[in-house]
């Protein structure tokens, strides 16, 4: 399968997951304003994946911006990236990538703007590697906890799609079967934007995992008939103390497995934890648009005039989390320095 994400020489190749499953299309962004919208109108969505093709938005940015005066071409630059960050709010991964993309030209203080666009593209394609190397340790330290036969419960899509590749809650799902575990993957559909049944059911009949699609309505039910053995999500914003925003739902999913004692696992790569956010009350959530609840692949499901809230995203207070699976361990309660530790032990490495 090519990458959710490939750059092709002067633009960036986006498999486009509005269009998925039924067809299989990418869609070519060439300037940092498309790539943006490939990222507002979800043709590209999953934490790490906006961030990588965020950092690949200023790339573009950067041969757009031109010229020969170095302040001026960065003041653009700046502004091209004001567009990026805006474009979802609640994946850090978004700010982090754009962040460390806009730090790179602090380091050439003599370089020409060529070079910096070259330095630049560098630097999105090691965000890109990283992530896929990312993943892979995530889901080792994941699978390490994983017994043979388990009977697992994901949500939304944290897939190869969600991330360059791999994928991270996914992604532990993915290890464990290819280490012989024979885990049984539930796949819960994820109203309204149905994440899960479009795009995680895609995935794991490709990958050949055992899996079976449930509506969200039906997972309490499953865990009240001993049918699920662990609960393993994805993160868009992880609070310093381990408050995790995720796809709307996640908490309801978490208030359940903790009535049934049932493990609750949250997989992210560190960049994911965002330090400067103490608590989840501080995470934005974005809110989006009605259509998505009124109507179901263009039809109408609901009277039209019936006012819609739409919020895309969820806080996890911390105590409902068992665990959070980073690609330099798994952090356990008490997360603040739990966290702080796994990403100091990254830093060093
Ligand atoms: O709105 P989306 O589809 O971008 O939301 C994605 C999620 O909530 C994922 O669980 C999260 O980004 C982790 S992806 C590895």
């Not at 850090?92 to 050439?108: D, H, K």
């Not at 008939?225 to 310093?240: K, L, N, S």
Request: charged share 20%; proline share 5%.
């Amino acid at each position: 399968m090519s990458r959710t994400l490939t750059w092709d020489g002067d633009a960036l190749l986006v498999l486009d997951q509005t269009a998925l499953p039924s067809a299989e299309r990418f869609v070519r962004c060439r300037s940092a304003a498309e790539v943006a919208a490939a990222i507002r109108t979800m043709q590209v969505r999953g934490a790490p994946a906006i961030g990588a093709a965020a950092a690949y938005g200023v790339v573009l940015a950067a041969r757009e911006a031109g010229g020969t005066e170095r302040a001026r071409w960065f003041t653009r630059l700046e502004a091209a990236s004001a567009d990026l960050l805006v474009a979802r709010p609640t994946a850090v991964n978004l700010r982090w990538a754009v962040e460390r993309m806009m730090a790179v030209p602090g380091r050439f203080p003599q370089a020409s703007i060529p070079d910096l666009q070259d330095a630049l593209l560098a630097e999105a394609h090691a965000i890109a590697e990283e992530d896929v190397r990312t993943n892979r340790a995530i889901g080792e330290h994941g699978a390490a906890l994983i017994r043979p036969g388990e009977r697992i419960l994901t949500y939304c899509n944290t897939g190869s799609l969600a991330t360059v590749d791999y994928g991270t809650a996914l992604g532990i799902i993915r290890t464990a079967h290819t280490q012989g575990k024979r885990v049984h993957v539930y796949v819960s559909e994820t109203r309204p934007f149905l994440q899960g049944a479009r795009l995680t059911a895609w995935e794991v009949l490709r990958a050949g995992i055992p899996a079976t699609l449930i509506t969200d309505n039906a997972a309490g039910w499953l865990m009240q008939a001993g049918e699920i053995d662990r609960v393993i999500v994805g993160a868009d914003r992880i609070a310093a103390n381990g408050d995790t925003a995720n796809k709307i739902g996640t908490y309801t999913l978490a208030v359940l497995a903790r009535a049934h004692e049932i493990p609750f696992l949250v997989a992210a790569p560190l960049s994911t934890v965002d330090f400067r956010t103490p608590e989840g009350s501080a995470i934005p959530i974005e809110e989006r648009r009605a259509e998505e609840v009124t109507h179901l692949a263009g039809i109408p499901v609901a009277p039209s005039g019936i006012p819609v809230r739409n919020p895309a995203f969820d806080v996890t207070p911390h105590h409902l989390i068992s665990g959070i699976v980073t690609e330099a361990g798994v952090a356990i309660a008490p997360y603040i320095q739990a966290l702080q530790d796994l990403a100091a032990a990254r830093t060093k490495r």
